[in-house]
């Protein structure tokens, strides 16, 4: 093992032992995270949801899952539920946006401050 290799390596292991130093960047990242995230799991969710329902009315429509359920006309029900279900993923984007530039505008005064602290330094 040469010097540089042998050095490398104290230098893993040291950072192992050794309390991490937060950076701004790191911050940054977090603040990020922080505005996003709650929105993009809720716009899943929903897009998840929707696409469950819409699945549902067309199954009503195209199976025979109706009569276990006991509808004889399982038509205009499965239209409507898939109906329910088209309309909420077509929400799902717009609610998306709105919520998100709410989330960027509460946050936004930090992550500006930040960044601007990074670049300049």
């Known amino acids: 093992m ?13 950072s192992m032992y050794t309390e991490n130093q937060e950076s701004d ?4 990242v977090r603040l990020d995270i922080r505005a996003r995230r709650p929105v ?20 009503l429509v195209m199976t025979d899952i109706s009569m276990v359920l006991g509808i004889s006309s399982p038509m205009i029900p499965g239209v409507a539920i ?10 799902n984007y717009p609610l998306y946006k709105v919520l998100l530039a709410i989330r960027k505008e509460k ?14 330094d």
């Open 2 to 14: 040469n010097d540089k290799e042998r050095k490398s390596l104290a230098a893993g292991i040291l």
């Open 82 to 91: 898939g109906c329910l279900g088209i309309a909420a993923a077509l929400v």
């Open 25 to 28: 960047l790191d911050e940054l």
């Open 40 to 59: 993009q799991i809720l716009a899943m969710t929903i897009g998840v949801v929707a696409a469950l329902i819409m699945g549902f009315g067309m199954c």
């Open 107 to 120: 946050f936004a005064p930090e992550i500006r401050k930040l960044s601007e602290k990074i670049i300049n």
